[in-house]
């Protein structure tokens, strides 16, 4: 059975809220789920499918909570060897220079590991959406469908 792990960065809970939300309909399509909080470079070998749902906060930056995994996956440059990954991203777009740019310095990275991004990255408006569960849920559904 594929597991995926879901990378989870959040602010003020709304990144746990889509994480939550993309574990159950995941688990639901028969995947085996692991929400982390961190995954260190040592630990990419371990991954089948990588899922990285992030906040972006202050001017762009990437949640505490990530923070470390990115920098160490920087400084050690695991590979991916072309396992499959996505990333979903929460900004705010009146904040058009630094709009979900916590997803695209992941995506960025992600694509230096040699992962394969089947998709694009989500974005997820909080200046404009309150509820995200559709946008997520029709986001998953294609995403799954390539791994």
């Given at each position: 059975m594929t597991k995926i792990t879901i990378l989870n960065g959040s602010v003020y809970g709304k990144a746990m809220e889509v994480a939550d939300t993309a574990e159950e309909f995941l688990q639901g399509e028969g995947f085996n789920v692991e929400v982390k909080e961190a995954l260190l470079a040592d630990e990419i070998a371990d991954v089948d499918v990588l899922l990285v749902i992030t906040?972006?906060?202050g001017a762009g930056e990437i949640p505490a909570?990530?923070?470390?995994?990115?920098?160490d996956w920087q400084k050690k440059n695991p590979q991916m060897e072309q396992k499959i990954a996505g990333v979903i991203a929460l900004g705010d777009s009146n904040y058009e220079d630094t709009y979900c740019a916590a997803g695209e310095q992941f995506?960025?990275?992600l694509a230096?590991?040699?992962a394969n991004l089947v998709t694009e990255m989500l974005r997820l408006d909080a200046s404009v959406l309150t509820d995200?569960?559709?946008?997520v849920l029709d986001w998953?559904?294609?995403f799954k469908d390539k791994i």
């Open positions: 906040s972006t906060t909570t990530l923070l470390p995994s990115f920098l995506m960025e990275i230096d590991m040699d995200y569960d559709t946008e998953l559904e294609s």
